[in-house]
């Protein structure tokens, strides 16, 4: 078991590349945490630092109070599953699952009962005797995570590990892997550029950019509370919209305008932006914040033309053109908008997000987290 | 008209092999054949395909070969007309043909433990200058062996390796290490990365990962390297002839191109000792045509 700390870690490449910054990180033991970000954010690096198989350029990684930054890959506790899988294409499912074991020395009869046992647990008992490439993506899969979870190491990192499976067989996989980390009781790091697979998973996520950290937080956290639009922007789906304007107060209140449309913010939220009034900021309205059906009330109400209707099945997606800004928002399927249509849409206030207009920070959030 | 078409495409196809297949194994028939015919025989017009009086003679002359003091009085003695001439250094051919074994098997050895970790290294591992290394490599490949000779003259010589078996592997390896380096890189270079964390992850040190992950994913070109260095030590004829003097270390080309500087010379006994100097290649390409093939194929490992 073990709790992994990162103390101002670095990593620069030998072709002066810096993938990492200065990144601060406590992982707490058995903890499920997932690396968020898009690609090239220093979150795959991040976990091979974790694993050993690139090199710390400064700072410290720490295994409980064991500084490992010197310690080779294969001398850490720590198991693997990879994008690609990465299995052994000349060795059998069950020696593909064996090996790590081998390595390590386990006597030959508690290779096998752990072998068969993970096996068992995965549904691979039929499909020991093959080689890696007469099975399906899904089969390669568990055998890599059954290469990982025999180990019962200390730590488990995945590195993407669903990306190369298609869209069902990926949710059967996560709710495996959830119920893996169940069981195990074991600390996950879990890399994705997923926002589904992050929000379903973890217990804390991290979001990553350029590699530098955004943001540390639980899945509700991260997406109730964003410190900035990037973080914003990357959970939700589709994504949340933004409107520039100018905060106002009217009397009591304070008030986000932008040209007709005036939004009164809640007394909760105006708390919190005390005396910010006359600054010129960036709202940020989830796509899933509107409602079409509550009446309308003064100070909550976005009037609009509806520019594209596009059913998703459960949903229809809504372009919206409103303040001369296209703006789009997902509502229930029932409702039969017709393109062209002018609508008024009442606003949840309670769940708008205030950003500066300058540097993207939350004003609302930015003292949370990290 | 198609199936028309398509049968005039496999006639001319299997055609086009043969002629192809012909003109490649002529030569060989012809070694082959006049190694067992006399001298006579050999010079006959038109030529003789298919011997009308094979004699072991040839091979004979090579396994029994006695010493034999040739001078220009007993030059006659063995008149090449009659078929009963034999070079005086015949006797030389067998430790020759020993010679180039031990070279050739030396060398492979010797190369596939230099250039197997380099190549792993160069092809997995972030290093400055790896890509530098590579170019540098092959970069000594470009410079032709005649201009290398002097200079490897005068190293052997320092070294005292002149006239010794040593000289030849030292200088073969310098040949044969960039090339396979080169062949063996371009095939690690093609086995995915995650391979290589994954048995690390799993507990092998780099040594054992090369061991127990990648050569045995990387046999078919291996195969490739095996053959290539052996080939090469086996045939090399440049260096051999400057750094051997005397039976001692001389390989089986240079004995073979001596019998062809003698006084006479014995076209059907050369070309028996030719014959002989096929056979070790020929066993290796049998010993590793299912890798060989394999080799074609070897696209297909995907981890």
Known sequence: ??????????????????????????????????????????????????????????????????????????????????????????????????????????????????????????????????????????????????????????????????????????????????????????????????????LTLADQIVVMRDGVIQQIGSPEEIYDRPRNTFVASFLGNPPINYLEGMLTEEGEALCFQRGSLSLVLPHALALRLKGQAGRSVKLGLRAEEVDEHSVPRPGETLHGRVSSVLPVGSDQYLGFEAEGKLLFFRVGRDLRHREGENVALSVNVNRLQIFDSGTGDSLLWSGNGA | MTALERAGHRVFLAAASVVFLAYVLAPVAWLASSSVQQEAEITSRPPHWIPQRPTPENFAAIFEAKEKQVTYENRRQGDPATGGYIPSTARNLMPAMWNSLIVAVAVVVLNLLVSVPAAYAMAKIRFIGRSASIYFMLITRVIPDIALVVPFFLFIRKLGLLDHLGSLVITYLAITVPFSVFILVSYFESLPDELDKAARIDGCSRLQTLLLVYVPLAVPSLVAVILFTFLTSWNEFLLALMFTQTPASQTMPIVVASFASDFTISFSFINAAGVLAVVPPVVLAIAFERYIVSGLTAGAVKG
Request: net charge positive.
């Open chain 1, 1 to 198: 078991m073990a709790r992994i700390r990162l103390q101002s870690v670095g990593k620069r490449y030998p072709n002066g590349f810096s993938a990492l910054e200065n990144l601060s990180l406590e992982i707490e033991d058995k903890a499920f945490v997932v690396l968020l970000g898009p690609s090239g954010c220093g979150k795959s690096t991040t976990l091979n630092l974790i694993a050993g198989l690139e090199d710390v350029t400064s700072g410290a990684l720490y295994f409980d109070e064991q500084i490992m930054n010197v310690v080779p890959a294969h001398r850490r506790d720590v198991a693997m599953v990879f994008q690609s899988y990465a299995l052994y294409p000349h060795k059998s499912v069950y020696e593909n699952i064996a090996f790590g074991l081998r390595m390590r020395g386990h006597p030959a009869a508690d290779i096998d009962r752990r072998v068969k046992d993970a096996a068992r647990r995965l549904e691979l008992e039929a499909l020991l005797d093959r080689r890696p490439h007469q099975l399906s993506g899904g089969q390669r899969q568990r055998v890599a995570l059954g290469r990982a979870l025999v180990r019962q190491p200390a730590v488990f990192l995945m590195d993407e590990p669903l990306s190369n499976l298609d869209a069902t067989l990926r949710i059967a996989m996560r709710a495996e892997i959830k119920q893996l980390h169940q069981t195990m009781q074991t600390t996950f790091v879990y890399v994705t550029h997923d926002q589904a697979e992050a």
